[in-house]
């Protein structure tokens, strides 16, 4: 075992999976309504409210951001630091990345894995810290987002199930529920968690700001960008 396989034994880690902050190759059903300038100083800012709410569960070193495409690494380290493991997305389409991403943390030898996105601003480190109870109670954990599909999936290295990246048209309403027929064919089945909005179109956004406006401190980097933008 390497020190690296050492000190990541027993513990969980994230995987945060992250575009390039490339103009024009973020969040692109957002520039619908926003200038490309605009959705990307958003995008950013997202995924610091990720961040955040990641690091207040899951130790610095364990968090491993998933990148893509393969050639973003500089401007991956450029804009988040490189205080954590910068890992490309391996694979084709994206059923065959995650899988890959999961199999890479449990090769470094982490004990649980969850998968999240960067567009999910408001989501409270108790929804993560649940999942990974559900986890170490020996089940996977999934988490439906309010658009059909999910923004958290998870599972220990004894029940990871490759079955549920199979093909199928991603980016759909249909994802969770066929998710969850993939996971209904064997055990153990997933514990699922509480749904929640990921941020994708400009409709989410006025949802988010309406969710988020004082008194609530949630999606701070977020909210501020938006206040800039003049949106708030």
Not at 40 to 62: P, Q
Not at 138 to 151: N, Q
Request: glycine share 6%; with cysteine.
């Amino acid at each position: 075992m390497t020190a690296s396989n050492h000190r990541s034994h027993n513990r969980p880690c994230a995987l945060i999976f992250a575009r390039a902050p490339r103009l024009g190759k973020v969040k692109t059903r957002l520039e619908k309504a926003l200038p490309p300038e605009a959705v990307l100083d958003i995008y950013k800012n997202l995924a610091a409210d990720v961040m955040c709410s990641v690091r207040a569960c899951i130790e610095e070193d364990a968090v491993l951001i998933c990148f893509y495409p393969p050639d973003g690494r500089r401007q991956i380290v450029e804009w988040l630091g490189d205080r954590n493991s910068h890992l490309p997305q391996v694979g084709i389409e994206l059923g065959e990345r995650m899988k890959n991403s999961f199999m890479q943390a449990f090769q470094r030898g982490f004990s649980h894995a969850i998968l999240l996105g960067t567009d999910l601003p408001d989501l409270p480190p108790e929804i993560i810290d649940e999942a990974l109870s559900a986890l170490k109670a020996g089940m996977p954990v999934i988490g439906p987002s309010a658009d059909g599909g999910y923004y958290l999936i998870g599972f220990d290295r004894f029940n990871f199930n490759p079955a549920v990246f199979r093909p199928m048209p991603w980016g759909t309403a249909e994802v969770f529920a066929r998710t969850i027929a993939e996971f209904r064919k064997s055990e153990p089945l997933p514990h699922i968690l509480p749904e929640w909005q990921d941020i994708d179109a400009y409709s989410d956004l006025l949802d988010l700001i309406q969710r988020c406006s004082p008194p609530s401190s949630s999606a701070s980097h977020t909210m501020a960008c938006l206040k800039r933008l003049g949106m708030v």
